[in-house]
């Protein structure tokens, strides 16, 4: 907080001043009592902490000299833990706990590769998420991560509704540093990510600054690479098969390398904002319709890409069967 501060020039901090004495004045105008602001820093200045600290990494990963042997071993040895644990569906730190169905064929045909494993994914979803403003943590009004979003104009439009009665009044809410879940299981049923049915979908609020908005989020999968040019394999195969065009690599640590195959199609629509609804229940529908279809395409490519894979790379050796052959 000091070095922000230090920052800000004459100015800026007679006007924060007077703000701040306005907002004691007249506390009607103000946040609720004890809210505190997030601390901004200007971009420039973030800038050079990201800078700062990839350096840091560097230096970091630079003491430390492993022998291809050794780096060999640590890759495979990742990558049995990171697949039994994905086999025994355990350590899975997603909301649902799960690996989506419909990517599941994707990523065991990836994971009999060699040089490669995957670390998270996502078949693609459909959310709906609410921004309640004054610095109160993110509703998530409604999330499903199945392509033919089942009962959603339904569940959605139940959501919104309040907005329409003019004499609906926000119930009040409490500042929290988590976000409120509302997840969809595989029944259809609301899920808040911790248990079948175990919460409820957060009230919509009709409040100035509140923004409510539908996002269709397209297939996302990381794969770890054992080298640079296995990364570099894999991208253009993504390119080139399956129209992957949004891929990259994200990240690079002693010759081992993350690769992020996403798909370009998704949705970003806003709903509601300062507890005005902004569309009605046949826009609704057609936004879902169209989802849908994004959500279609999206499993199509990474399908085109499990082939593509399957038939370019080679499998991993499999020393338990030799050793019984």
Known sequence: QTHIMELLTDDALNALSLAVAGSIESKERGPPEGFQPKQHIPRSEYRKQLKAKAKER?????????TSEELSAHFASEKLRITENLNKNVDDRSRAGKADEDILSFLE???TKKNMYTTSSCAGRAIVTQTPGNGYAIDWLYVDHRGDLPGASDLIWNSLSPLLDPNYVSPSVTKSDKSSKAEVDEEGENDNGEGKNGGEIPP????????????????????ACASIETAQSLLDLARGEASLKNCSIRSTNNGHAMVALVDTHRIEAPLAKDGKLLINREYLDVLLDSAREKLAKGRKRMEAMRKAVESKFENEEVKKEEESK
């Open 58 to 66: 560097r230096a970091t990963s630079e003491t430390v000299s492993l």
């Open 109 to 111: 045909t990836v994971n």
């Open 204 to 223: 919509i609020r009709k409040e100035k600054g509140v923004e409510v908005w539908l996002k269709m989020e397209p297939p996302i999968v990381a794969i």
